[in-house]
């Protein structure tokens, strides 16, 4: 191959790879912060047909506060806080009242554990 | 439409947290110091292409190597995978209660590449296909008074066997165990078949080809444990154990075709693991979203998206290291192509072990806790069992702070970068025998190694964000 045609090959191939990374790496706007624990308010997450409203809600705490959220459902299941191993039942059209230390960090999430749904992505910080 | 794409947590409780902004940019900016150390404290003659291998101890060896230890070791390895099946067939259908999820792919699968490097090949007399293919191999030579005949191993296809073995494992674990719809995982059902179906496809290759020929090539966990004991100091050969220059084993490792390719899987499928939910959410989203409205189910779109995405990690990471080679090649005095493509591939086996580490740390340490409480007292999950009075122990997630498992992570990626670079300087020495010319065709692995490391922290700086 003369190095012209190297040079378009690898011109091509350069653009060929960025408009991968384009799709590839593309942002995903769509995580909507249903949920938000700024203002003093208590979060509440309300499942209805068995599924979070919303999405799946984002709750960040740092390290040592208190974390402190409801669960509203329509379905009767049990909320289960992995990493925390806090569990609690929830009855049909009830709700459920969570408040605990942050003392574990990382990325935890909470299901509701018989239908395997998530419905709250809980970050602690450092 | 809206979708909302299922989430998986097989095993895992826990998330690790992004790395922050100011720990990638540290991280990346001592990549590129110590890459520009790198180039100008160059040595000029290879150190690492001679073994200088010292045999250790004969009484020591003989025992360790003694017929009866052999057989006592293929015994516990065809034990523990014979219970692992067990437990997956038999046991509960919660992965994460289950013995043989974590043991397969948490204590084996991430476990045995470290106490590679630490302490050599320590699978190779523990593998249980190997065990009972020797087994039946000696049956065969006591009964028909010859060894058995086998086929000519094809050297063309060299490890390619392995490679698509190794991504067809994580496949399984990370895009077909993730992807069940309201997916929890795995099921230890699938898991049990999986390793059923192996063990006979694994025997039947051994007694085509010879036991010994298909661990060096085909059978995926010899070959990939295999690898990453290349880089440590202890072996076996002729017989003996013995200690070596580390890292000097590594040198010779790639001239069978298809290592290259081993090491590109490896790579890859720890990169899409740690970007599918951070880095590639959204264009996987994007994927998803498209093939569900064409009409395909949730779960086939999740699988078949995934794939896509597994399978241009791997064509991706094998351009990368490909632009490498071809650049070397501009280089004057550059061996042929094929020799640059082979000569440089073992460079890339401290990267893989890096982004191992980088993106499995905490969760074998987390995860190994429960194997050796909960799943050990309880190994099929079904909370009547308590063989060690550790069942109802649970993981202790305040073990590591998420600052330890930052520093580790980038530890390991700045630390596998130095290695691969000096593995790749010190091969261009012996191929170039102008150390000038050497060390001008190391920009270009200066720049796949680079890449690989920034991808690496990238990747980390935004899993799960």
Redesign the interface.
Known sequence: MSSKATRLVGGL?VIV?AI?LL????????SSDATSNAGGKVPTIVVEHG?PVG??ADLTYNKGERIHFIVESDVSDEVHM??Y?VMKDVKAGGSVSFDFSA???????AELEG????ILEL?V?? | MSFVLPVAHALVARKDLPIPAWLFAWGASIVLIVSFFALSAAWRKPKFEQERWHPVGARLSRALLSVPVQILCGAVGVLLLGFSIYAALHGTEAPDRNFALTFVFVTAWLGLPLFSVIIGDVFRPFNPWRAIGRAIGGGFSAIAGQRPAHLTYPERLGRWPAAIGLLAVVWLEVVYGSSGGVAVGLSPDSLGLAALLYSLYTLAMMAFFGVEKWCQTGEIFSVYFGMFSQLGSFGTKDGRLGRRLPLSAATHWATVPGSAAVVIASIASTSFDGAQEGAFKGGIKQVFEWLSEAGLSLTTSLRVTDTIFMALCFVGVGLVYLIGVRGMATVRGAPPLRKLRTGFAHTLIPIAFAYLVAHYFSLFVFQEQAQFTYLLSDPLGTATTDLFGTASSGIDFKLLSANAIWYVQVGALVIGHVVGLTLAHDRATAYWPDYRQAARSQYWMLAVMVAFTCFGLYLLSVANA
């Open positions: 191939l790879v991968v799709v590839v790496l593309k942002k995903d706007d769509s599924k999405g799946i992995h990493g191993d003392s574990i960090e990382g990325v935890f999430e239908r395997k749904e998530q970050t910080n450092p």
